[in-house]
């Protein structure tokens, strides 16, 4: 068991009197995925103070539009004791917090303040309320966003509760309970929801600060009316249900107590009946704290503090929180404040006196009337985030990846490309792009460019990838069309230069209107005046050449060879009498 914190003295704790510090700034934010991992660092300075200062994150996926990433598991120069300095790190776990996401628009704010004394900061964001274990019938799971907000960190105690009383009755409030108590540093109880309004009133007033309670537009100094909340100002007021549970959680989420899944009474001053399967150790009463007369109460701070360093979020004593105790209002929320009227105000947390486990679990949930006491009933303040000492500062967008795999998409017309699919994060992908008949490969655009075929692509986020493919513009039977047109355009045969056999090139049978497919349309025979053809090509110095002639461009017949090259054009005459068609080509001589 930890031991007691030591109790501050009456003058300490409430004559406290935040001293003037200079300028403190947050500055030179940035924010980087550690490689390999799911991993963020988020670096930063702090200037213009030398005490500690609580630190917090929080993060959009947005761009800043909205903040509702969940941070809880984060660490380094996070929290409520943070000295500044330069290049002070928090590392976020993103795959813990954030799993199966992708962002290019993730931007962190990185919020340092001034806290008060005896108080931990609840940094804002969004988080799950409710109860998702043990079916609470009325605390139903709901997203729930909070503004950021001062938290005390152990129950007012009775000694405390003295203090500010005697500064009350002579500054006009009249009414106030004296309220009860085991000893000076155990809780104070005894206590109506309207005393501890009232005294909450009272203590601002006492430190300078703006109460946060009216009634009929005066500070609420006495009664029973139900007050008006300025939720703005910096003085001391009651949590809301919404923001006891977010503190008592400590960060975590989808827990039954502020440490875990099981309660003991290592943890906790409650009463342990050991009926239900995440009680454990010792059963009855807290053996230390259980003796003699009640309440059997223990001083504030004596067990270990959760997450947010805050001390018997369960047990020891059931806490006021404002709201009037009512249904939850459906969907997600933002700030919100509980019902607008009822009979009975939320407590939480559970208590010493015959409270089991079940009470003491976070988001458990009972209520009192306003007017309702008895020993096991206490509070601890609160306190809105005016940043006056306190300064913010952002990234600007960054990617995090946190998928366990990432989408490759390979769209394409006219051709296919291998290779899509989901990849490791930091995998290659290789793509093979493959053109439809008559269609050549021609580049590739999207999340890749250039004309590399195969392409290797590093799969660091999602990608979307195009392969372009253009018409075939080669003409390899040399017919007057291109492959393109053969294949897409006509129908006919790339590598035969006449497809339907009439003696007719396809290229010419297009010219002149007629079917290169249809060998009984075939352009008229024109007549020939001339007997002879010239023939005439290119030669080289040191080769011979052989010339062939074809009726129907398949059976071809030498009919010149062993022909020099000159390095100059060689012409010949051929005789084409009584000859209806014919076809000529020249060809190299082997060595």
Not at 12 to 35: D, E, F, K, S, Y
Not at 265 to 290: M, R
Not at 451 to 479: E, Q, W, Y
Request: charged share 20%; proline share 6%.
């Amino acid at each position: 068991m930890k031991t007691p914190r030591r109790f501050l003295t009456l003058l300490a704790a409430l004559a406290l009197v935040a001293p003037a510090h200079a300028q403190l700034t947050v500055g030179n934010v940035r924010a980087a995925q550690c490689p390999g991992t799911k991993l963020v660092d988020v670096d930063f300075d702090i200037a213009g103070i030398a005490t500690p200062v609580s630190v917090s994150l929080e993060i959009s996926a947005d761009g800043g539009t909205s903040w509702e990433v969940p941070a809880a598991s984060v660490t380094g120069s996070v929290g409520n004791t943070v000295t500044p300095g330069s290049d002070l790190r928090i590392t976020w776990n993103a795959g813990t917090d954030w799993s199966e996401q992708y962002s290019t628009q993730m931007r962190f704010k990185v919020t340092a303040t001034d806290v008060p004394l005896g108080f931990s900061l609840i940094p804002g964001g969004a988080f799950t309320m409710g109860d998702s274990l043990d079916g609470i019938s009325d605390a139903p799971t709901r997203a729930v966003t909070l503004s950021a907000f001062f938290m005390g960190q152990q129950e007012v105690t009775k000694a405390e509760w003295d203090a500010v009383k005697a500064w009350a009755v002579s500054h006009g409030y009249t009414d106030l309970s004296v309220g009860a108590d085991k000893a000076a540093d155990h809780p104070v109880e005894t206590v109506t929801w309207w005393d501890v309004i009232k005294w909450c009133n009272a203590r601002s007033e006492q430190e300078g600060l703006t109460p946060c309670y009216t009634a009929s537009g005066d500070v609420m100094k006495t009664g029973t009316t139900d007050p008006t909340v300025n939720w703005t100002t910096n003085g001391y007021r009651l949590p809301t249900e919404a923001e006891w549970e977010k503190a008592a959680g400590g960060g975590l989420s989808g827990k039954r107590f502020p440490w875990g899944d099981t309660i003991s009474h290592s943890q906790a001053n409650f009463s342990n009946t050991g009926n239900e399967s995440y009680q454990t150790g010792t059963t009855g009463f807290h053996p230390t704290w259980g003796t003699g007369a009640t309440p059997y109460t223990s001083p504030v701070g004596s067990f270990a503090p959760n997450g947010y360093g805050l001390y018997d979020m369960a047990g020891n004593a059931w806490e006021w929180c404002w709201d009037w105790y009512g249904t939850y209002a459906p969907g997600a929320q933002t700030d919100p404040r509980g019902a607008a009227s009822g009979l009975k105000r939320v407590v939480r947390g559970g208590g010493w006196g015959y409270s089991v486990a079940g009470n003491c679990r976070v988001a458990n949930r009972n209520s009192n009337e306003p007017d309702y006491t008895d020993n096991a009933r206490g509070f601890r303040a609160a306190r809105s985030s005016v940043l006056t000492g306190g300064s913010i500062a952002l990234t600007t967008n960054v990617v995090v990846e946190t998928r366990n795999t990432v989408p490759l998409s390979t769209p394409a017309q006219h051709g296919t490309v291998t290779g899509a699919g989901n990849y490791t994060p930091g995998s290659t992908a290789t793509l093979t792009a493959t053109p439809d008949p008559g269609y050549v490969f021609s580049k590739w655009t999207g999340d890749a460019t250039g004309r590399a075929n195969p392409l290797s692509v590093v799969m660091d986020s999602d990608k979307t990838i195009t392969a372009v493919f253009g018409p075939d513009p080669r003409d390899p039977d040399g017919d007057g069309l291109t492959n393109y047109q053969e294949i897409v355009v006509y129908g006919t045969n790339p590598d035969v230069a006449d497809t339907d056999g009439d003696g007719f090139l396809d290229g010419y049978e297009v010219q002149t209107g007629h079917s290169p497919l249809d060998p009984l349309d075939a352009p008229p025979l024109v007549a020939e005046a001339r007997t002879a053809i010239e023939f005439t090509f290119s030669s080289v110095v040191g080769k011979t050449y052989r010339i062939e002639d074809s009726p129907d461009l398949s059976t071809w017949t030498t009919v010149e060879t062993g022909i020099a090259g000159s390095g100059t054009v060689i012409q010949r005459f051929y005789s084409t009498r009584n000859v209806p068609k014919r076809y000529f080509r020249v060809e190299e001589d082997a060595p």
